[in-house]
Every structure is written in structure tokens, then in C-alpha cells.
């Protein structure tokens, strides 16, 4: 299923991914640092909600409490825990 997460204190404001079960695909950002933003969907495809929590949850962005890799940790747990209640 196709989730859309608005991000809070980063450079993207939008993550977009699929979720199949607890694996994560597709994953696109809107805004923020294009280099980096390109590299992670890379890095994260094909892994799990839970790897990808392991890989790059609580990564900070400068002073900021959290970064575009957070908030993609942060995103898909939450996407993951509402696809449970459905």
C-alpha cells in the first residue's frame, strides 16, 4: 500500500514508499538535500520496517532533534503499526 508522510524539522517535507507486509519500496522524498535524498531510497529497498529502524533511526541533521533518515524510520513504523489495525 502507498503511504505519504509529512515530515517535521527536516529539508524534505513529503516521503513517499509502498509497504508490502513490513517491507519497504519506493521511497521518494519531496525537498531537502538531493544527493542524499537519492542515495537513501537506494540504500533502504527491499528492507524492512525493522532494518531500516536499526540503519538509520535517531540519526540527527546538525542541532536538529532528527533527519530525513529519521523521519523514514519514523514513517514506515507508522505506517507499518496502522497497517496492522486495518
Not at 35 to 47: D, T
Request: aromatic share 6%.
Amino acid at each position: 500500500m502507498e503511504y505519504t508522510y509529512r515530515t517535521e524539522n527536516t529539508c524534505s517535507s513529503i516521503i513517499t514508499f509502498t509497504l508490502n507486509g513490513n517491507v519497504v519500496t519506493n521511497v521518494k522524498f519531496v525537498g531537502g538535500c538531493p544527493g542524499n535524498l537519492q542515495a537513501i531510497p537506494k540504500l533502504v529497498e527491499g528492507m524492512t520496517v525493522e532494518e531500516i529502524e536499526k540503519k538509520v533511526g535517531g540519526i540527527r541533521c546538525g542541532t536538529k532533534g532528527t533527519s530525513c533518515a529519521d523521519q523514514l524510520a519514523r514513517a514506515v513504523r507508522k505506517a507499518y503499526e496502522e497497517s496492522k489495525r486495518r
